[in-house]
């Protein structure tokens, strides 16, 4: 996990609430990546950013945001329109020659949503 | 349609044997493929890639990986099972149809790797 901080670990919001997830890099890695992880499911891409004030949507954007402000950090807001917030979210950094390598991953936030 | 597929859900085996934790990819071109270890409620943690050259591929922890192009394989093995070892395994190939620096990953579901003492 290391170079890659996201917090809280652990997360729980009301239904209808937005809530913002945090991740921060200091590997000096210009892509990041926030993915959502579900029981016996792999891992879905949701948003992914290559430089500042540049990112994509990813396969399951639908019901979150991002911002990439800093190139250090990359959050991202699970909003009260994603149906199904409950997972755990992981965001990833690589390098800019990303192609072939890999992602580094942080350690993980378990959103809970009641 | 690019896929990753890891047929089982659990592998169990004993500690001190050999360890096989089987991976197929779908892919036009050529295959970018990872290994990844996941600990409980942990991220993940890089193993070990191939990108070209030996099929063989050695990584962290002991493990390797074997590339198989014709049966477009990606096994993940380790000759020696450590109890420590237990922990849920990702295969990953990179997703052909980017480019311009990203790396977008497509994830099998993961193996549920469980050494017994």
């Known amino acids: 996990d290391g170079g890659i901080t996201q917090s809280p670990k652990y997360l729980f919001r009301k239904e209808g609430q937005n809530v913002t997830l945090s991740c921060e890099q200091n590997l000096n890695h210009d892509a990041m990546y926030w993915y959502r992880q579900d029981p016996g499911q792999g891992l879905r891409l949701i948003y992914y950013?290559?430089?500042?004030?540049?990112?994509q949507k990813g396969d399951i954007a639908e019901g979150y945001s991002v911002s990439r402000e800093k190139k250090e950090s990359f959050p991202l807001t699970v909003t009260s329109a994603q149906k199904n917030p409950t997972a755990f979210y992981l965001c990833?950094?690589?390098?800019?020659?990303?192609?072939?390598?890999?992602?580094?991953f942080g350690p993980g936030t378990r959103l809970t949503v009641t | 349609a690019q896929s990753v597929a890891q047929p089982e859900d659990q592998v169990n085996v004993a500690e001190g044997n050999p360890l096989t934790v089987k991976c197929t990819y779908s892919?036009?071109?050529?295959?970018?493929l990872f290994w990844y270890v996941q600990y409980p409620n942990r991220g993940l943690q890089f193993l070990l890639k191939y990108i070209t050259g030996d099929n063989l591929v050695k990584g962290s922890y002991g493990f390797e990986a074997e590339f198989n192009k014709s049966q477009t394989s990606f096994h993940l093995k380790k000759p020696s099972a450590l109890v420590s070892d237990s922990a849920l395994y990702f295969c990953a190939v990179r997703d052909p149809s980017f480019s311009g620096g990203y790396n977008k990953l497509i994830f099998g579901a993961g193996t549920r790797l469980a050494v017994h003492p």
């Open positions: 892919v036009s071109g050529n295959p970018y």
């Open positions: 950013s290559q430089i500042v004030n540049d990112f």
């Open positions: 990833a950094s690589s390098m800019w020659a990303g192609e072939t390598g890999e992602q580094y």
